[in-house]
């Protein structure tokens, strides 16, 4: 099943169909290129098999499983991430609901909501947008229901940037600097005075461009489940067992990237106000990364075709790549691990905060189906 036998929308490049609008949905650290993951479920899937990623971040595999007509099973434990994920397998189907409670989250806030908690705050959000964070964090019911989950997602997204892209000072869109890092460079940088945004008027705008070409055509399918927790204990059964395993594992060290996006956690409700740098954020020592590893690949290899493809992109540091490969060699039984390097094409994330240290990049681990497997498979698909 090599061949590109089922082409799916490209989601690629560009802004034009409703399919690569969304596929961008949520500034995340550590994504892979959604191209990435079409091209695997291109290759190792027929319509109808099911696509798993028990680490699906923003959701790029189930989204590109989706647009393909695949179904698709996925975790992601990080709450942010997951908001991205599932509005973009379901977006709500009504922008004008959406922009509704856009206004009626502006209308919930109190005058209490304005004032901000810290110096952090004061300098990042000027109080219309700060009033309207808060209400949206006491308001939302972002894990019930696909209008509040869209709300949120969009909130998310627009949370901070480069003035005046978002709704914030002057930031990262990635990833979310330390307080006192900002409010330290606001100050030195002359911005010493947030932006003056109207949050309604500003969001409103982002709902028209974003819904401007509609949803993806496959949104909401049935057969699409991105579950928030721990896919160590919370991976949904899948309709078929999954023909392809497509995930990138977090690195050894980092886990769930819960300090990059601590900003975007306290926006919906999730974090505080000011961060706390606690352990649950970080694997402490390999034996406990290892075992979160064994545990999630064991859950994920219960769900799976015993034949199945599995692309596995992980950080090429010993450190991730010594833990993950046996454990993925364990998995293929007599079938061979191919190993090839993927290498970063363009600056990192971590290069854009200034450390130029040679990066060894990032490493694809494969294991395909048998040959017998797809041939058996194939005959099934197309009878
Ligand atoms: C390298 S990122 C994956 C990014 C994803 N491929 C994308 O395109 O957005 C790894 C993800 O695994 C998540 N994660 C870590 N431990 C997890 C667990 N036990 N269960 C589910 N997700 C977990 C992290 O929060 C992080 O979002």
């Given amino acids: ?195 003056e945004v109207d949050p309604i008027s500003f969001l409103n705008a982002r709902v028209d461009w974003r819904y401007r070409k509609g949803i993806p055509e496959r949104s909401h399918s049935r057969g699409v489940t991105v579950t928030l927790g721990d896919s160590a204990t919370d991976l949904v059964e899948p309709p078929a067992p999954a023909r392809l395993v497509v995930t990138s594992p977090p690195y050894s060290g980092v886990t769930d990237y819960g300090v990059d996006s601590w900003l975007r956690l306290w926006a919906i409700g999730e974090g505080p106000a000011l961060p706390k740098w606690d352990t649950r954020h970080k694997h402490v020592g390999l034996a406990k990364y290892r075992t979160m590893l064994e545990r999630v690949f064991a859950a994920t290899a219960a769900r799976a075709h015993p034949d199945a493809a599995w692309l596995v992109r992980c950080d090429a540091r010993e450190r991730t790549l010594d833990v993950v490969l046996p454990i993925l060699s364990d998995i293929a039984g007599e079938r061979e691990v191919e190993v090839s390097p993927a290498p970063f094409s363009r600056p990192t994330q971590t290069s854009l905060y200034g450390d130029r240290a040679d990066k060894p990049g990032e490493i694809d681990l494969l294991v395909r189906p048998t040959t017998a497997t797809v041939a058996a498979h194939r005959g099934v698909a197309a009878a």
């Fill in 1 to 195: 099943m090599d061949a590109l036998t089922n082409p799916t929308p490209d989601c690629g490049t560009g802004f034009a169909t409703p399919e690569a609008r969304w596929a961008r949905l949520g500034p995340y650290y550590a994504m892979f290129p959604i191209r990435f993951a079409q091209d695997a479920v291109d290759r190792f899937t027929e319509p109808g098999d099911v696509v798993l990623d028990p680490f699906c971040g923003r959701g790029t595999a189930p989204y590109a499983a989706m647009v393909a007509g695949r179904d698709a099973v996925a975790c992601e434990i990080n709450p942010v991430a997951w908001v991205y994920a599932a509005t973009k397998t379901a977006p709500a189907s009504d922008p004008d609901a959406v922009k509704d409670r856009i206004g009626d989250i502006a209308k919930a806030a109190k005058p209490k909501d304005r004032e901000p908690e810290s110096q952090f705050q004061q300098l990042a959000f000027c109080p219309k947008v700060l009033g309207f964070l808060n209400a949206a964090r006491r308001e939302l019911r972002w894990r019930d229901g696909t209008t509040d989950r869209t709300v949120a997602a969009l909130i998310l997204q627009y949370l901070h940037s480069k003035v005046p892209q978002g709704l914030s000072n002057q930031m990262r869109h990635c990833r979310a600097m330390a307080p006192e890092y900002c409010v330290r460079w606001w100050n030195e940088n002359g911005y010493e005075t947030p932006p």
